[in-house]
Nanobody, 123 residues
Framework: VQLQASGGGLVQTGGSLRLSCAAS????????MGWFRQAPGKEREFVAT????????LYADSLKGRFTITRDNARDTVYLQMISLKPEDTAVYYC?????????????????WGQGTQVTVSS
């Protein structure tokens, strides 16, 4: 299984970005896909996750209302729409796939990881 994240870049405060994560080599449908981020010197933190079959979602409380996770099952792709970006959103964003049931916010609950895409928000 390979997860290819893309869409990162440099954006000004208040701007928007949409990240994509394309999955390939799937021999099964993951139960959920998620996004995490890691800023320099900080631990990896949960952003959002979505059920592959139901489309139900779970967000980090601090990001609700600004970030939206969606998926396109036909394209095996999950998206993260980010609006009203702030400098503190600067991080490497990783997508991940979970084979177990339920929506989870802990990184160790995910089985496959993409390589990450850099998001930099300038002030």
């Amino acid at each position: 299984v390979q997860l290819q994240a893309s869409g990162g870049g440099l954006v000004q405060t208040g701007g928007s970005l949409r990240l994509s994560c394309a999955a390939s080599g799937l021999t099964f449908s993951p139960n959920a896909m998620g996004w995490f981020r890691q800023a320099p010197g900080k631990e990896r933190e949960f952003v959002a996750t979505i059920s592959w079959s139901l489309g139900s979602t779970l967000y980090a409380d601090s990001l609700k209302g600004r970030f939206t996770i969606t998926r396109d099952n036909a394209r095996d792709t999950v998206y993260l729409q980010m609006i009203s970006l702030k400098p503190e959103d600067t991080a490497v964003y990783y997508c991940a796939a979970r084979t177990g049931g339920g929506l989870r916010s802990r990184s160790y609950d995910y089985d496959f990881w993409g390589q990450g895409t850099q998001v930099t928000v300038s002030s």
